[in-house]
C-alpha cells in the first residue's frame, strides 16, 4: 500500500537526498549500485520481463531504467489516460499488460509497452491499493480503505481482473497488506498484524485464496513488510523496519532480507539501508530469479 494519497503527484527528495538503485544476487554477495539520481525520487521496482531494465514510479509516471547494455539510461514510459500513480504497480507479462493504483484511489490498466490505459476499479467509496495478480491474469489482489476514514485497518480484497464486485478475504479487524499470489495461484503472501500484540507489529504471513486463517511465516521482532517471492519459488525477500514502527514509513534506518522460502527464519543475506517507503513495495525480482532490486535514499548530512 502506497502512503500517496489523493493529493498531486507523490514524494519527492529532500534537501541533500539521492535516489539509489540497487540490484542484488542470490548468491548473497555485494548488491551492486546500479543507478542514482539527484533529481527525482523513484519508487518500487518491477524488473521489466525482457530482464533487461527496471520499471519504477516517481513524480506520479511510470519510468523505464534501462541497465542492459550500460550505461543506465531513464526515460518515461508513455502513458495516456493515467492520473498521477504511486508506488503500487505489478506486471502481468503473459499478456502483455500491468495494473497500477493511481492517487485517485483506483486501479487502472495498461499495456507494458505504453499506451492508453483503463480503469478497471469503480467504487467510488475505497482507495484500492494494487499488489498482485493471479499467474492465469483473472484476478487482482490489492487492499482497500474506505474514503471517508482513511485510518482503519485495510482489507484484503479479490476482483475480476477486468473489473467487478471484490470479495473480502479479511475483515478489517487486523491491518493488512502487499497481498501478492504464489505461483500455484493457491495461497496470497502479505504482512498482517493478525498477531500482533502491540499496533503495528507486522509480520509476515501467507493466506489460502479462498480465505481462512493466516499462517505466519517468520516471528521477529522487527515490523516486516511487503514479502516478495521469487520466480522460481525457492527464494523471497522482504522489508524489515525497527520495532515499534507504525506503518511503512520513508527516511528509516531498514533492512531489505534474503531467504529461501524453506525457512524463512533464517537470513541468507542482509542489505541494511536509509529508506523505507518505496524500498520494496512490490515484486522486484528478476524473471530468471537470480537477481532482485531495490531502492535507498540516503541523505548527504547521514551518509
Known amino acids: 500500500m502506497s502512503d500517496a494519497w489523493p493529493l498531486g503527484t507523490g514524494r519527492r527528495l529532500r534537501t541533500g537526498q539521492r535516489t539509489e538503485v540497487w540490484t542484488a544476487g542470490v548468491d548473497g554477495g555485494p548488491a551492486h549500485l546500479a543507478y542514482t539520481d539527484d533529481t527525482l525520487l ?8 525482457d530482464g533487461r531494465g527496471l520499471l519504477l514510479n516517481g513524480d506520479g509516471r511510470l519510468w523505464r531504467l534501462d541497465l542492459d547494455p550500460a550505461p543506465p539510461r531513464l526515460g518515461p514510459v508513455p502513458l495516456t489516460g493515467l492520473p498521477p500513480i504511486n508506488n503500487d504497480h505489478v506486471l ?4 502483455g499488460l500491468m ?3 493511481a492517487n485517485d484511489g483506483h486501479i487502472y490498466v495498461a499495456p507494458l509497452a505504453g ?5 478497471v476499479t469503480h467504487d467510488p467509496g475505497n482507495y484500492h491499493f494494487l499488489h498482485g495478480i493471479s499467474p492465469d491474469g483473472q484476478t487482482l489482489a490489492f487492499v482497500t480503505l474506505p474514503v471517508d476514514d482513511p485510518s482503519v485497518a485495510a482489507r484484503l480484497a479479490l476482483m475480476p481482473a477486468t473489473g467487478g464486485e471484490a470479495r473480502y478475504l479479511t475483515d ?15 495461497w496470497l503472501y502479505l504482512n498482517t498484524e493478525h498477531f500482533a500484540d502491540q499496533p503495528g507489529h507486522a509480520q509476515l504471513a501467507r493466506l489460502a485464496t479462498d480465505g481462512g486463517t493466516p499462517q505466519r511465516l517468520v516471528a521477529s521482532d522487527t515490523v516486516d513488510w511487503f514479502p516478495h517471492v521469487s520466480p522460481t519459488g525457492e527464494f523471497a525477500t522482504y522489508l524489515s523496519f525497527p520495532a515499534g514502527t507504525l506503518g511503512h514509513p520513508a527516511d528509516l534506518e531498514v533492512e531489505v532480507r534474503l531467504v529461501r522460502t524453506t525457512d524463512w527464519d533464517r537470513v541468507v543475506a542482509r542489505f541494511p539501508l536509509f529508506g523505507g517507503q518505496g524500498t520494496l513495495n512490490v515484486n522486484s525480482w528478476s524473471p530468471d530469479g537470480r537477481r532482485f532490486a531495490f531502492v535507498a535514499y540516503p541523505i548527504a548530512s547521514l551518509d
Open 42 to 49: 523513484l519508487e518500487a521496482p518491477n524488473w521489466t520481463p
Open 92 to 95: 502481468d507479462p503473459p499478456r
Open 99 to 101: 495494473y497500477l493504483s
Open 115 to 119: 499506451g492508453a490505459a483503463t480503469r
Open 172 to 186: 478489517g479487524k487486523s491491518h493488512v497488506d502487499g497481498p501478492e499470489y504464489a505461483a500455484d495461484g493457491a
